[in-house]
């Protein structure tokens, strides 16, 4: 009786291991199945292994497809808090002259952006790297941002949506490492021009090659690979006056290129689209067309954001904000203007006639034909000699800023500079960091054909939403500064910033 108790007993005791041993065995079956159809929640050492090299070809890992819709999001402040950071300090400014950019069509519509975006759909790597995971890593918790309706620093309005800039931002801080090609003879490379009106493209230069904290020189680490040309200095070595043809440019860069993807691995892996360049030359665009990887998959920072000429493309190329520096060693000299209740001019324009769009406005509304809109051809001297064109826009209300040869005006950040509204009137023009900037709140867009009515719409805006244009101006002027030295959301982070936040948007699952 004991013994077939006993056996009994062990009989239960067996069945018993044998159901907890089907049940872990589904278990893990169930485990494996998620972690093989949910890479999303695999943690990353089960994605790169420890001996796993960019350098070599291994199996694509699959990786997450998430479609980003974030970028154009725009967050509602309605009924978050309003706090108002001190504006940009004025600073003494001199007398300046009138300038110009040189060289096509114009105004952007930002709620095209999604549309632009879903239109580039770069290809896979070639192999995987340790980089585009941590992308991928920074990507999901950008998605994720906590809301931020309030900041110290930042003033929610000026952002589309605050909560996924910040957090952005503080992952680039964190995460990004750029490698910059060492390849390339002065003056073309590695040799910035910090004066003029395409000084943009110098300062970046300058302060990314001295920056110790965003580059590598291991370029096996780097989430982005910086192409260190100037276009303004490509201009000047290679362009034959007179002979109206940037081929011999563009088949310079085409052979860079070429060189490069030669050399090392880097360019093959991803065709260009973790490469970029800044270019701030009206040419800087069309130089690009006789190497197609580079015209369509680089990120191209560029002044010169035209969607009409089919080589920007809105949502992976990033409008790079055209500064006119006139002093190198102080490049925030001329920032500063008037308080508000002493701009006694309503509208202010003076330049040259480049372009379609500046004829058209003087027709309408130059040689004095409103003495409340001071637009001219040129700055007569019998009006300069008693006011400079400087402290014209200081004075003014309202500065035009319309395009010359090409989209791009310098006027845009010169009025910014002067504490004065911006009037932009350039139909098919990417804003600046247009991507996170919420232009509406500081910046009146005008369109072409809208230019018989300008009058009209300026004075149409009431004295409350001048005073929070006026004001927001200056509050969005610290993202448009140069320093020698950079300082957190000055023009040198927003660029990078937006660079960055240009690949982040294009790491994609090319597996599922």
Same mark, same amino acid.
């Given at each position: 009786?004991?013994?077939?108790?006993?056996?009994?007993?062990?009989?239960?005791?067996?069945?018993?291991?044998?159901?907890?041993?089907?049940?872990?065995?589904?278990?893990?079956?169930?485990?494996?199945?998620?972690?093989?159809?949910?890479?999303?929640?695999?943690?990353?050492?089960?994605?790169?292994?420890?001996?796993?090299?960019?350098?070599?070809?291994?199996?694509?890992?699959?990786?997450?497809?998430?479609?980003?819709?974030?970028?154009?999001?725009?967050?509602?402040?309605?009924?978050?808090?309003?706090?108002?950071?001190?504006?940009?300090?004025?600073f003494?400014?001199?007398?300046?002259?009138?300038?110009?950019?040189?060289?096509?069509?114009?105004?952007?519509?930002?709620?095209?952006?999604?549309?632009?975006?879903?239109?580039?759909?770069?290809?896979?790597?070639?192999?995987?790297?340790?980089?585009?995971?941590?992308?991928?890593?920074?990507?999901?918790?950008?998605?994720?941002?906590?809301l931020?309706?309030y900041?110290?620093?930042?003033?929610?309005?000026?952002?589309?949506?605050?909560s996924?800039?910040?957090?952005?931002?503080?992952?680039?801080?964190?995460?990004?490492?750029?490698?910059?090609?060492?390849?390339?003879?002065?003056?073309?490379?590695?040799?910035?021009?910090?004066k003029?009106?395409?000084?943009?493209?110098?300062?970046?230069?300058?302060?990314?090659?001295?920056?110790?904290?965003?580059?590598?020189?291991?370029?096996?680490?780097?989430?982005?690979?910086?192409?260190?040309?100037?276009?303004r200095?490509?201009?000047?070595?290679?362009?034959?006056?007179?002979?109206?043809?940037?081929l011999?440019?563009?088949?310079?860069?085409?052979?860079?290129?070429?060189?490069?993807?030669?050399?090392?691995?880097?360019?093959?892996?991803?065709?260009?689209?973790?490469?970029?360049?800044?270019?701030?030359?009206?040419?800087?665009?069309?130089?690009?067309?006789?190497?197609e990887?580079?015209?369509?998959n680089?990120?191209?920072?560029? *002044?010169?954001?035209?969607?009409?000429?089919?080589?920007?493309?809105?949502?992976?190329?990033?409008?790079?904000p055209?500064?006119?520096?006139?002093?190198?060693?102080?490049?925030?000299?001329?920032?500063?203007?008037?308080?508000?209740?002493?701009?006694?001019?309503?509208?202010f324009?003076?330049?040259?006639?480049?372009?379609?769009?500046?004829?058209?406005?003087?027709?309408?509304?130059?040689?004095?034909?409103?003495?409340?809109?001071?637009?001219?051809?040129?700055?007569?001297?019998?009006?300069?000699?008693?006011?400079?064109?400087?402290?014209?826009?200081?004075?003014?209300k309202?500065?035009? *800023?319309?395009?010359?040869?090409?989209?791009?005006?310098?006027?845009?950040?010169?009025?910014?500079?002067?504490?004065?509204?911006?009037?932009?009137?350039?139909?098919?023009?990417?804003?600046?960091?247009?991507?996170?900037?919420?232009?509406?709140?500081?910046?009146?867009?005008?369109?072409?054909?809208?230019?018989?009515?300008?009058?009209?719409?300026?004075?149409?805006?009431?004295?409350?939403?001048?005073?929070?244009?006026?004001?927001?101006?200056?509050?969005?002027?610290?993202?448009?500064?140069w320093?020698?030295?950079?300082?957190?959301?000055?023009?040198?982070?927003?660029?990078?910033?937006?660079?960055?936040?240009?690949?982040?948007?294009?790491?994609?699952?090319?597996?599922?």
């Open positions: 009786m004991k013994r077939k108790m006993k056996l009994k007993l062990l009989h239960h005791h067996h069945r018993h291991r044998l159901i907890a041993a089907v049940v872990l065995a589904s278990a893990t079956g169930v485990l494996l199945l998620l972690l093989l159809t949910h890479w999303d929640w695999m943690p990353p050492f089960l994605l790169i292994t420890p001996n796993s090299s960019p350098l070599s070809s291994p199996p694509f890992s699959p990786v997450p497809n998430i479609n980003i819709n974030w970028m154009t999001q725009t967050q509602n402040y309605s009924t978050a808090p309003s706090p108002c950071p001190s504006p940009s300090a004025n003494d400014a001199d007398d300046d002259d009138d300038l110009d950019s040189t060289q096509s069509p114009t105004h952007t519509d930002t709620d095209t952006l999604v549309s632009h975006i879903q239109s580039f759909q770069p290809q896979a790597p070639l192999w995987p790297s340790p980089a585009d995971q941590e992308l991928l890593i920074a990507k999901r918790q950008v998605e994720a941002a906590p931020v309706s900041h110290p620093h930042l003033y929610p309005p000026l952002f589309r949506n605050l996924i800039f910040t957090r952005s931002y503080q992952l680039m801080e964190k995460t990004l490492k750029v490698y910059i090609y060492q390849e390339g003879d002065k003056p073309i490379f590695h040799t910035p021009e910090l003029g009106i395409y000084a943009s493209e110098g300062w970046f230069m300058k302060l990314l090659e001295a920056n110790k904290q965003y580059t590598t020189n291991d370029p096996t680490r780097a989430h982005l690979f910086y192409l260190p040309y100037s276009s200095r490509l201009e000047y070595a290679l362009y034959e006056p007179g002979s109206h043809t940037i011999p440019l563009s088949n310079f860069v085409k052979g860079y290129v070429e060189m490069l993807s030669t050399k090392y691995p880097f360019w093959n892996r991803t065709r260009g689209a973790d490469h970029f360049f800044v270019a701030c030359h009206d040419w800087g665009p069309y130089t690009t067309k006789l190497h990887e580079l015209r369509k680089t990120i191209k920072a560029l *002044c010169n954001a035209d969607t009409s000429e089919g080589v920007f493309i809105q949502g992976k190329d990033v409008s790079l055209e500064t006119f520096i006139k002093f190198p060693k102080r490049p925030q000299r001329d920032v500063g203007g008037k308080p508000v209740s002493q701009r006694t001019i309503l509208v324009f003076a330049g040259q006639m480049h372009g379609r769009v500046r004829p058209i406005l003087v027709q309408h509304w130059g040689n004095n034909r409103d003495p409340e809109m001071r637009i001219y051809a040129q700055l007569p001297k019998s009006i300069s000699r008693k006011m400079s064109y400087s402290q014209h826009m200081k004075s003014s309202y500065c035009i *800023c319309p395009m010359g040869y090409e989209v791009n005006s310098p006027r845009i950040v010169e009025a910014i500079y002067n504490g004065c509204v911006p009037v932009i009137i350039a139909d098919h023009f990417v804003l600046p960091f247009d991507e996170v900037l919420n232009w509406q709140e500081f910046s009146v867009v005008v369109l072409e054909r809208d230019i018989p009515k300008l009058k009209e719409i300026l004075v149409g805006i009431s004295q409350k939403q001048y005073m929070d244009l006026s004001m927001n101006v200056k509050r969005v002027q610290r993202h448009f500064l320093h020698m030295k950079p300082e957190k959301y000055d023009l040198f982070h927003m660029l990078l910033h937006s660079i960055w936040f240009s690949r982040l948007n294009h790491i994609h699952n090319y597996t599922s």
